[in-house]
């Protein structure tokens, strides 16, 4: 009798809550970007003396990655046909924005 309430024990059920959709998680993404867009903003001081070269870094990484991923994640929501299609196009339109913007003044204004 116990082996039989033991087998019970380690079953695993499945799960019930609901899967994030990748647009809402593209919209996370450019949430998160602009966050960092202003913490970078309101610490701006800090970085006063770091080289140019680690700030076009520190903006890659922090300003233009982050909505990169985003907007590809937008794409593979349209793609998979999550249901809320202008859920992923705000999210895609959002994050390339926000991309662009940022890669336009890492390459003009350095």
Known sequence: ??????????RIEPETGMKPRLAGISLLLFGLSVI??????VFESALAGMSPGAERVLILLFLIV????????????LRRKEGGAWLAATGILLNSLFALFH???ILFAG
């Open 66 to 77: 982050p909505p990169g991923i985003g907007a590809a994640f937008g794409v593979m929501s």
């Open 36 to 41: 960092l867009w202003l913490s970078m903003t």
């Open 1 to 10: 009798m116990f082996h039989e309430q033991a087998q019970g024990w380690g």
């Open 103 to 105: 890669t336009m003044i």
